[in-house]
């Protein structure tokens, strides 16, 4: 197993934690501390410390997806999303809710990647933007667009080498308070964090000395 992924077995589930994706949101910690027990020393995950059903609201709400699952009471595994979703956080990460193909990764359904340029786990977020203080609304202009033919299916994102985020699939891209930026099949969203037109590229990064593989 890789570095920093944490696989414990309950009886009706396995929870899967990767410290490398972790955004540090805390909805797991206050959710249930019971079930992810902060601060514990040993073992801190306890799958069975609440129902299979309960672990996957978790997981689910889960924005970064360092929290997956392995159900294994015969009930369904967690499905892509009916609508494929980016949320734009404000004055953090890009919010992803689709069946994801990121940069040669294993397929993923929730990833939270950075828009700052300053995380150290690129095209994660690491919680720098907190840090280093980036500044940057949730509540971008709304773009005119139709609806889609479709609205989930596989979305493809390839980090463009010091560039932006380039996206294939069908996706909507939602303010912070879930208001419709745009419906789209492809877009470039700025990663460098100097775009004056976020969440979209401006070419900016091309001047600004952004580096990033
Ligand atoms: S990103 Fe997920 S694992 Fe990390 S604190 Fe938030 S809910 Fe917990
Ligand atoms: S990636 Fe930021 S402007 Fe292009």
Redesign the pocket.
């Known amino acids: 197993m890789s570095k920093g992924i944490e696989e414990v077995v309950g009886s009706a589930v396995t929870i899967r934690f990767d410290a490398s994706k972790c955004i540090h949101s805390r909805g797991c910690v206050l959710g249930r501390p019971d079930v992810f027990v902060p601060n514990a020393k040993g073992e801190w995950i306890h799958p069975d410390a609440a129902s299979a059903d309960e672990v996957a609201e978790l997981a689910h709400n889960c924005p970064s997806g360092a929290i997956t699952y392995l159900r294994r009471d015969g009930k369904p595994q967690e499905a892509p999303p009916v609508v494929n979703l980016v949320r734009v956080r404000e004055n953090g990460p890009l919010a992803f809710h689709a069946e994801l193909a990121i940069d040669g990764q294993d397929a993923m359904l929730r990833a939270t990647l950075c828009r700052c340029?300053r995380s150290a786990s690129k095209p994660f977020c690491d919680g720098s933007h907190a840090a280093d203080g980036f500044a940057a609304t949730g509540e971008p202009p709304t773009s005119e667009s139709t609806p889609l033919a479709s609205r989930n299916g596989a979305v493809t994102i390839t980090p463009a080498k010091d560039?932006?985020l380039l996206i294939a699939g069908n996706l909507e891209i939602v303010s912070g308070t879930g208001r419709t930026i745009l419906r789209c099949t492809k877009a470039?969203l700025?990663?460098?964090?100097?775009?004056a037109n976020k969440p979209f590229?401006?070419?900016?990064?091309k001047t600004n000395g952004?580096r990033a593989p």
């Not at 700025?190 to 775009?195: F, N, T, V």
């Not at 590229?201 to 990064?205: A, N, Q, S």
């Open positions: 340029g560039g932006p470039a700025c990663r460098c964090g100097s775009s590229c401006d070419g900016t990064h952004f």
